[in-house]
């Protein structure tokens, strides 16, 4: 079996092992767990129900993961995407006025269409008409978002009425234990500590026990709340098929999550070699998605937590899909992992992506200016499909506007048209 499993992903020719990529791959899992409680919760504005969302975010996240790792031995990991599902409460439910039902059919026909769209030569012709400063800059990007989401779990920055953000309260005990597990990461990490971020996790989740942060909540049975799920599977309606805002809908999600996924493969996986397959399957994640009942799925950022933790294969993937599987019948557990365990490893993991900084051309505003715009805006609208909007808009016009025109290619000029028109087109909803 052993022998089988190290064949299928290729474990000896990626320099790794089968305990490593478990590792990882836990690791990974517990680092994203917290997508389903946070997952239901939005959801449930449009109208589905908690413990329904709840369920069905955890059957596409294993499905995903597991669908990644088999189909591209790709070490990253797929979930449903935060900007997609405010996305989906927000704006197509509650502001375009679509039912949830109809607002699954947006998700599956974006699904559909990403889906055609990954099996053409256009996401590789996306790749190499990336300007190398913009491809460096959503890795940068990339890395202050998680690094962003990690100071916020672990309420190192709150949320200010005057400044929006503001630096937490460095007394709270919460705090304290995420700054202790913050140095307890960087420790392991430079001693080279294998299973460095598991042990941390779990050093934190027993600490956070012994002083009552957390707790267990054995009120929750899978069996007694699989009624609720059952109303979500298949239930994507059409009967706004023709209308306006659900065609606007499509358009808006379909950019979202194309380039969203692009920017996290590209940002995430230093090889192309499974770039099409990784690409595919998070395609076809999205089409499970709006059959299965939850809003659109994206490659995580968090991908890096197991990264930096070891995975190299597909293996680890397959582990943190195994792991949203189990977590159906123990949610009550994964509570238990407290945010001071987590966030600690999202903030080590973006500062490792912002060496790519030296990789943008300085020299040249037309170049470092809508990379800056890609950095800046990717944690603060906390979205890197939005993120890139605003780099990939810039570009063209500076390139005219400066005479280098030359410098442009078409695929640049359609791609920035194409975010400049659905800005617009949100605008006028």
């Known amino acids: 079996m052993k022998n089988y499993i190290s064949g299928k992903f290729n474990l000896k020719s990626y320099e790794t092992s089968l305990r490593n990529e478990i590792l990882a791959g836990i690791t990974a899992f517990f680092a994203t767990a917290y997508i389903i409680v946070v997952n239901a919760s939005i959801l449930s504005d449009s109208g589905i129900s908690l413990y329904g969302a709840a369920i069905s975010t955890a059957i596409a996240c294993a499905f995903s993961c597991i669908l990644i790792g088999m189909y591209s031995n790709s070490p990253l990991i797929i979930i449903t995407g935060m900007g997609e599902n405010i996305f989906f409460s927000y704006t197509v439910i509650l502001s375009l006025g679509l039912t949830w039902q109809e607002g699954m059919g947006v998700v599956f026909v974006s699904g559909v269409i990403f889906t055609l769209i990954t099996f053409t030569p256009f996401p590789k012709v996306l790749v190499r008409s990336i300007p190398a400063s913009l491809k460096n ?3 940068v990007g990339i890395g202050f ?9 672990g309420r190192i920055i709150v949320g200010n009425e005057n400044s929006l953000v503001s630096l937490g309260n460095l007394s709270d005990t919460s705090v304290l234990l995420t700054l202790g597990t913050l140095f307890l990461v960087v420790i392991l990490h430079y001693y080279k500590v294998q299973g460095g971020f598991l042990i941390s996790i779990i050093i934190s989740t027993i600490s956070s026990l012994l002083l009552g942060l957390t707790k267990i909540d054995f009120s929750f049975n ?6 609720d799920y059952l109303p979500l599977l298949a239930a994507f309606s059409f009967s706004d098929f023709i209308s306006i805002n659900f065609w606007i ?6 950019l979202m999550i194309v380039f969203q996924n692009l920017g996290a493969i590209q ?9 099409d397959r990784t690409y595919q399957a998070s395609g076809i994640s999205n089409i499970f998605a709006g059959l299965i009942g939850t809003s659109s799925t994206v490659v995580a950022v968090e991908s890096a937590v197991g990264i930096a933790a070891g995975a190299k294969t597909g293996l680890s993937s397959v582990v943190t899909g195994i792991g949203f599987v189990f977590s159906l019948a123990f949610l009550p557990f994964i509570g238990v992992v407290p945010d001071s365990a987590i966030a600690p490893l999202l903030i080590i993991v973006g500062s490792f992506m912002l060496s790519n900084i030296k990789n943008i051309d300085f020299s040249d505003m037309t170049e470092y200016f809508p990379s800056f715009l890609i950095i800046i805006l990717t944690p603060l609208t906390f979205n890197i499909a939005d993120g890139m909007a605003f780099g990939f808009i810039s570009y063209p016009i500076l390139k005219v506007l400066s005479g280098k025109a030359r410098e442009l290619n078409v695929t640049m000029v359609i791609i920035g048209m194409l975010f400049l028109v659905n800005y617009i087109l949100l605008l006028l909803i």
């Open 145 to 153: 978002f998680v690094t962003f989401i990690g100071l916020q779990k």
């Open 249 to 254: 809908a499509v358009l808006s999600l379909t």
């Open 267 to 275: 940002g995430l996986q230093s090889d192309n070699e499974r770039f």
């Open 222 to 227: 899978i069996f007694d709340q699989a009624g």
């Open 137 to 139: 800059s959503i890795i």
